[in-house]
């Protein structure tokens, strides 16, 4: 019998139905057993639920079989039971013996993690608004994203319900943030508006305001209400009356209790006379000042939360919880959430065919996440204080009883595990490998939780502003900020990081005592152009003169006027746009969905082609397409053949949008090209480059294990012999882009990169000076505050800031010319060429010997060469190849491809259809089948297109 067994035994024998327990020290002394082995063994007993602990000093401890007399009664009628601690362990299991009720929503604040401890005087502030005679007190939530604000006022709209303070109706929220700059909009959805007060007001609508009457309205982000929004909600505050939008007779009252929330202080983010309206200010802890057991706490509430979604156990050893916990470095609970979403999600993919359990396993974990128990091992108190609330593995389980919180702003609005299912299936059935699927479901949950991240961005770039920038700047950028928006003045998200590093350079110039900046001719012409900026500029110049009691030359007025400009310039930051065209009734289309379903993206269009499309209409229909995905960003057009082509100068003529075409599309290539357009910030150019290359997924076809690969062969060969450079973008070319050069230059020297240098330049004459920079490097990335229209890479000055010098050096270190010399050697090397060839065939299609055709198709090509007396690029000759390839499959399938006959009439005495005509003999002589008339007007389309080049 076990040491637990036998104190577990003693209680049973000895407590019979008395409801007074034994303490430790009367079982150790009874047992002859060290206290300290009988109390932790009394706790572990207490978390299994097989013994209860009752409240006072010195404790005492009572068996579960004591209880069964009393099995009817509740936990309210034995106040003296301490329910088990919330952490859920290996074993635990719901004890149904001993039932406990639900919290009646009298007691939803007991329920909150923390509402004893760290959130004490919070709750006695939210029931002491919500009771104060005869209407309440409006409230303003304060705390760092992901605190819980959001969940905090839900509580207080369910207390207030319990309590009967409010009619019986739903919770009324409203995000600010939508409607920041248009105060008009913002009216009509507060107070509603009449028939006729804009142009598709066809009727009456009330607004949230009387839709909430007799109840509460939340205000989220109210930082974001711009300053009329804020004067016509502390009007409705001052005197309960509102009117609506278009309406001047009639006058509505409505009694409503106000909470809002922000992240931001409220003395310099709102009106003080908006603040002074709010009697009630809460302010949230961040999630490291919680404590130890809250944490614990939260995260088994979380987890839970998934527990109830998979409908399967969760187990996690001592490590997870760990990392988890040390995660949290910027996001709070909010961020706690969206990483277990991610590792509960990654779990489930990694055990989806296990029924009862998913296992999240510490080597599994993102990097991230991982990093999370070096973060804790760097607080000793910290862990020191969680390990001992810890066992070493924790099991939770669902449990529909247990108060979860439901209502916060990272609350997907589906059930992702059931998404999940539903993409693995479908990966599936396209024929993917193990690791191929995980790959892609992965990329899916990161973009479906990429959200949060975006939410809680600015707090972890502002830790890494305040290493370049000191924290007064940081404090002044925002004043300017909020100055701006009172003036409505849009400012754009990275107005923070830029003009702090702006400003920065500025005063340590003048401190270092350095020579002031010359305004050149170029700039004035330049800052002339944009008027608001310059007028915006000139108060600007005041504030930061104010602030540092400094006079400001009216020089640093020009640029300035050209940083607000630059930072207004539309951001080039649409995703390439893709269409996939296709022949038959629905090729594209149904390649198309499945990409959409897996990928959940929204820059993909089809066109289906019936094989009795003119080709007028197919390119019309194609053009549409065109129109309709495109972002500012380029289309790829993704086809089936080589013919389709040809269609990429027409499409570009008629639409005024750059298109680039891509033949011998599949289901793969349409993923890819999904997945490079949705997570990386490349240009049309990139993305057709690594297309080209794409060889599709973790498929290496038999034979071809030991042959060179094209890569090999070019690396042998010289490369672009230019210096490789990254070029820094600034309004100046000096102050930030200096700072961003230092800044890539340490990040360069640490990642071992030394062959890649970092030039800043000014946003003034920048075209010209991109292309002087390129005469003598080979620029393969930019930075900065504004995208240059070059064919690179670009990365945002906020993204360098906000964590992305990881992403950044990843992509440097794959920009290593590599691809550009195996096109370079494609044109050198008939040998490379054929062994592409032979790949691709090999890998694309079902019914044809690689090794076998090859020989033929080199031979079509070559006697077309010699008829027509031409060179043909070994770059169209692959095209050739894979595009007559398709064509004797189709011949195979009996699934040749149709054009209208006056199209072919058209042809029939030209002479390089002739010639193709007779090449046709070649493959009706070695292989035994005869190409239709449609297919050899498509082959004369496809030859003819390049001869016209």
Request: include cysteine; hydrophobic fraction near 40%; charge should be negative.
């Given at each position: 019998?076990?040491?637990?067994?036998?104190?577990?035994?003693?209680?049973?024998?000895?407590?019979?139905?008395?409801?007074?327990?034994?303490?430790?020290?009367?079982?150790?002394?009874?047992?002859?057993?060290?206290?300290?082995?009988?109390?932790?063994?009394?706790?572990?007993?207490?978390?299994?639920?097989?013994?209860?602990?009752?409240?006072?000093?010195?404790?005492?401890?009572?068996?579960?079989?004591?209880?069964?007399?009393?099995?009817?009664?509740?936990?309210?009628?034995?106040?003296?039971?301490?329910?088990?601690?919330?952490?859920?362990?290996?074993?635990?299991?719901?004890?149904?013996?001993?039932?406990?009720?639900?919290?009646?929503?009298?007691?939803?604040?007991?329920?909150?993690?923390?509402?004893?401890?760290?959130?004490?005087?919070?709750?006695?502030?939210?029931?002491?608004?919500?009771?104060?005679?005869?209407?309440?007190?409006?409230?303003?939530?304060?705390?760092?994203?992901?605190?819980?604000?959001?969940?905090?006022?839900?509580?207080?709209?369910?207390?207030?319900?319990?309590?009967?303070?409010?009619?019986?109706?739903?919770?009324?929220?409203?995000?600010?943030?939508?409607?920041?700059?248009?105060?008009?909009?913002?009216?009509?959805?507060?107070?509603?508006?009449?028939?006729?007060?804009?142009?598709?007001?066809?009727?009456?609508?009330?607004?949230?305001?009387?839709?909430?009457?007799?109840?509460?309205?939340?205000?989220?982000?109210?930082?974001?209400?711009?300053?009329?929004?804020?004067?016509?909600?502390?009007?409705?505050?001052?005197?309960?009356?509102?009117?609506?939008?278009?309406?001047?007779?009639?006058?509505?009252?409505?009694?409503?209790?106000?909470?809002?929330?922000?992240?931001?202080?409220?003395?310099?983010?709102?009106?003080?006379?908006?603040?002074?309206?709010?009697?009630?200010?809460?302010?949230?802890?961040?999630?490291?000042?919680?404590?130890?057991?809250?944490?614990?706490?939260?995260?088994?509430?979380?987890?839970?939360?998934?527990?109830?979604?998979?409908?399967?156990?969760?187990?996690?050893?001592?490590?997870?919880?760990?990392?988890?916990?040390?995660?949290?470095?910027?996001?709070?609970?909010?961020?706690?959430?969206?990483?277990?979403?991610?590792?509960?999600?990654?779990?489930?993919?990694?055990?989806?065919?296990?029924?009862?359990?998913?296992?999240?396993?510490?080597?599994?974990?993102?990097?991230?996440?991982?990093?999370?128990?070096?973060?804790?091992?760097?607080?000793?108190?910290?862990?020191?204080?969680?390990?001992?609330?810890?066992?070493?593995?924790?099991?939770?389980?669902?449990?529909?009883?247990?108060?979860?919180?439901?209502?916060?702003?990272?609350?997907?609005?589906?059930?992702?595990?059931?998404?999940?299912?539903?993409?693995?299936?479908?990966?599936?059935?396209?024929?993917?490998?193990?690791?191929?699927?995980?790959?892609?479901?992965?990329?899916?949950?990161?973009?479906?939780?990429?959200?949060?991240?975006?939410?809680?961005?600015?707090?972890?770039?502002?830790?890494?502003?305040?290493?370049?920038?000191?924290?007064?700047?940081?404090?002044?950028?925002?004043?300017?900020?909020?100055?701006?928006?009172?003036?409505?003045?849009?400012?754009?998200?990275?107005?923070?990081?830029?003009?702090?590093?702006?400003?920065?350079?500025?005063?340590?110039?003048?401190?270092?005592?350095?020579?002031?900046?010359?305004?050149?001719?170029?700039?004035?012409?330049?800052?002339?152009?944009?008027?608001?900026?310059?007028?915006?500029?000139?108060?600007?110049?005041?504030?930061?003169?104010?602030?540092?009691?400094?006079?400001?030359?009216?020089?640093?007025?020009?640029?300035?006027?050209?940083?607000?400009?630059?930072?207004?310039?539309?951001?080039?930051?649409?995703?390439?746009?893709?269409?996939?065209?296709?022949?038959?009734?629905?090729?594209?289309?149904?390649?198309?969905?499945?990409?959409?379903?897996?990928?959940?993206?929204?820059?993909?269009?089809?066109?289906?082609?019936?094989?009795?499309?003119?080709?007028?209409?197919?390119?019309?229909?194609?053009?549409?397409?065109?129109?309709?995905?495109?972002?500012?960003?380029?289309?790829?057009?993704?086809?089936?053949?080589?013919?389709?082509?040809?269609?990429?100068?027409?499409?570009?003529?008629?639409?005024?949008?750059?298109?680039?075409?891509?033949?011998?599309?599949?289901?793969?290539?349409?993923?890819?090209?999904?997945?490079?357009?949705?997570?990386?910030?490349?240009?049309?150019?990139?993305?057709?480059?690594?297309?080209?290359?794409?060889?599709?997924?973790?498929?290496?076809?038999?034979?071809?294990?030991?042959?060179?690969?094209?890569?090999?062969?070019?690396?042998?060969?010289?490369?672009?012999?230019?210096?490789?450079?990254?070029?820094?973008?600034?309004?100046?070319?000096?102050?930030?882009?200096?700072?961003?050069?230092?800044?890539?230059?340490?990040?360069?020297?640490?990642?071992?990169?030394?062959?890649?240098?970092?030039?800043?330049?000014?946003?003034?004459?920048?075209?010209?000076?991109?292309?002087?920079?390129?005469?003598?490097?080979?620029?393969?990335?930019?930075?900065?505050?504004?995208?240059?229209?070059?064919?690179?890479?670009?990365?945002?000055?906020?993204?360098?800031?906000?964590?992305?010098?990881?992403?950044?050096?990843?992509?440097?270190?794959?920009?290593?010319?590599?691809?550009?010399?195996?096109?370079?050697?494609?044109?050198?090397?008939?040998?490379?060429?054929?062994?592409?060839?032979?790949?691709?065939?090999?890998?694309?299609?079902?019914?044809?010997?690689?090794?076998?055709?090859?020989?033929?198709?080199?031979?079509?090509?070559?006697?077309?060469?010699?008829?027509?007396?031409?060179?043909?690029?070994?770059?169209?000759?692959?095209?050739?190849?894979?595009?007559?390839?398709?064509?004797?499959?189709?011949?195979?399938?009996?699934?040749?491809?149709?054009?209208?006959?006056?199209?072919?009439?058209?042809?029939?005495?030209?002479?390089?259809f002739q010639i193709i005509t007779q090449a046709n003999d070649i493959l009706r002589e070695t292989l035994n089948l005869s190409l239709t008339a449609a297919e050899t007007y498509y082959i004369y389309q496809l030859i003819d297109t390049e001869i016209q080049k």
């Amino acid at each position: 019998m076990t040491r637990r067994e036998k104190i577990l035994q003693y209680l049973q024998s000895h407590s019979g139905t008395a409801s007074t327990g034994l303490t430790t020290n009367e079982i150790a002394q009874a047992l002859g057993i060290l206290r300290s082995n009988v109390s932790k063994e009394l706790n572990n007993l207490v978390r299994q639920q097989l013994v209860y602990k009752l409240k006072g000093r010195p404790v005492h401890y009572l068996p579960v079989t004591a209880t069964k007399a009393v099995a009817n009664t509740t936990m309210a009628d034995h106040p003296q039971l301490e329910q088990a601690p919330t952490i859920g362990f290996a074993g635990q299991a719901k004890i149904n013996s001993f039932p406990t009720t639900e919290y009646d929503n009298r007691n939803v604040f007991d329920k909150m993690v923390g509402s004893h401890a760290s959130l004490k005087s919070q709750v006695e502030q939210a029931k002491a608004a919500l009771l104060y005679p005869p209407h309440g007190l409006n409230t303003l939530i304060i705390g760092p994203t992901g605190s819980g604000k959001t969940y905090f006022a839900n509580t207080m709209y369910r207390f207030a319900r319990a309590e009967g303070l409010i009619k019986d109706q739903e919770f009324a929220t409203f995000n600010c943030a939508d409607y920041a700059h248009n105060p008009q909009l913002l009216m009509s959805h507060l107070f509603g508006y009449v028939k006729g007060a804009f142009t598709g007001a066809d009727e009456d609508k009330p607004g949230l305001i009387e839709q909430a009457a007799g109840g509460i309205l939340f205000l989220d982000e109210v930082h974001r209400l711009p300053p009329e929004g804020q004067e016509m909600i502390f009007y409705f505050m001052d005197h309960g009356t509102y009117n609506r939008l278009g309406e001047t007779a009639k006058t509505h009252h409505a009694d409503v209790r106000l909470i809002c929330a922000t992240t931001e202080n409220p003395e310099s983010a709102l009106l003080q006379t908006f603040v002074r309206r709010i009697p009630i200010l809460i302010q949230l802890p961040p999630f490291n000042q919680r404590t130890p057991k809250e944490k614990l706490q939260l995260l088994e509430q979380l987890l839970t939360l998934e527990a109830n979604r998979i409908h399967k156990n969760i187990r996690l050893n001592e490590d997870v919880v760990q990392a988890l916990l040390g995660s949290v470095t910027y996001g709070n609970v909010g961020q706690l959430k969206s990483n277990i979403q991610l590792v509960c999600a990654q779990g489930f993919l990694n055990s989806i065919q296990d029924e009862n359990e998913i296992i999240l396993k510490f080597e599994q974990l993102p990097t991230n996440i991982k990093d999370g128990l070096s973060n804790l091992a760097g607080n000793r108190e910290e862990l020191g204080k969680l390990t001992r609330l810890l066992e070493p593995t924790m099991l939770i389980k669902p449990d529909a009883q247990r108060d979860v919180p439901q209502i916060d702003s990272y609350e997907l609005p589906y059930n992702l595990y059931e998404v999940i299912g539903d993409k693995a299936a479908l990966l599936k059935d396209e024929g993917l490998d193990q690791a191929t699927i995980n790959n892609f479901i992965m990329t899916d949950i990161n973009l479906h939780l990429k959200s949060f991240y975006h939410q809680g961005q600015f707090n972890k770039a502002e830790d890494r502003l305040n290493e370049i920038v000191d924290q007064e700047i940081i404090d002044l950028t925002k004043q300017i900020q909020h100055f701006l928006r009172q003036q409505q003045y849009p400012v754009r998200e990275n107005f923070i990081y830029a003009m702090s590093l702006h400003i920065s350079s500025f005063i340590k110039r003048v401190q270092a005592g350095k020579p002031l900046r010359e305004v050149s001719a170029n700039l004035i012409s330049l800052v002339h152009d944009y008027p608001a900026e310059l007028k915006m500029a000139g108060q600007v110049k005041e504030l930061i003169g104010k602030h540092y009691h400094i006079p400001i030359p009216e020089s640093e007025v020009y640029y300035l006027a050209v940083l607000l400009a630059s930072l207004q310039l539309a951001p080039k930051t649409g995703k390439v746009g893709i269409v996939v065209a296709a022949h038959g009734k629905s090729t594209a289309t149904s390649m198309s969905q499945v990409v959409s379903q897996l990928l959940s993206v929204n820059n993909i269009a089809a066109f289906d082609m019936p094989l009795e499309m003119s080709p007028k209409s197919a390119l019309l229909g194609i053009a549409q397409q065109v129109k309709k995905v495109d972002q500012g960003n380029g289309v790829l057009l993704l086809v089936d053949m080589g013919s389709l082509s040809t269609f990429s100068e027409k499409l570009t003529d008629m639409t005024n949008i750059q298109v680039k075409t891509i033949d011998m599309v599949t289901t793969a290539m349409v993923l890819e090209a999904a997945r490079k357009t949705a997570l990386i910030d490349s240009d049309l150019q990139t993305v057709s480059h690594e297309l080209h290359e794409f060889d599709g997924y973790s498929r290496t076809p038999s034979g071809y294990e030991n042959t060179p690969s094209v890569t090999e062969t070019a690396n042998e060969t010289a490369t672009d012999q230019r210096h490789k450079a990254i070029v820094a973008i600034c309004s100046t070319g000096q102050g930030t882009a200096q700072k961003i050069k230092n800044m890539l230059d340490k990040l360069l020297i640490d990642n071992l990169i030394e062959d890649v240098s970092v030039i800043p330049i000014s946003i003034v004459n920048m075209k010209e000076r991109l292309k002087q920079i390129q005469q003598e490097y080979q620029i393969i990335a930019t930075t900065g505050v504004t995208k240059p229209d070059i064919a690179a890479p670009f990365i945002s000055l906020e993204s360098l800031l906000q964590g992305g010098s990881e992403a950044f050096i990843n992509m440097i270190d794959q920009l290593s010319g590599e691809d550009q010399s195996a096109l370079m050697m494609l044109e050198d090397s008939p040998q490379v060429a054929e062994q592409l060839a032979e790949k691709y065939l090999g890998q694309y299609f079902t019914f044809i010997n690689p090794a076998k055709i090859i020989k033929v198709l080199d031979s079509y090509c070559d006697f077309i060469e010699r008829r027509q007396q031409l060179t043909l690029k070994n770059s169209f000759k692959l095209s050739l190849i894979m595009h007559l390839a398709g064509a004797i499959e189709r011949c195979l399938t009996h699934s040749q491809m149709h054009v209208e006959q006056k199209q072919i009439a058209k042809l029939q005495n030209n002479q390089l259809f002739q010639i193709i005509t007779q090449a046709n003999d070649i493959l009706r002589e070695t292989l035994n089948l005869s190409l239709t008339a449609a297919e050899t007007y498509y082959i004369y389309q496809l030859i003819d297109t390049e001869i016209q080049k």
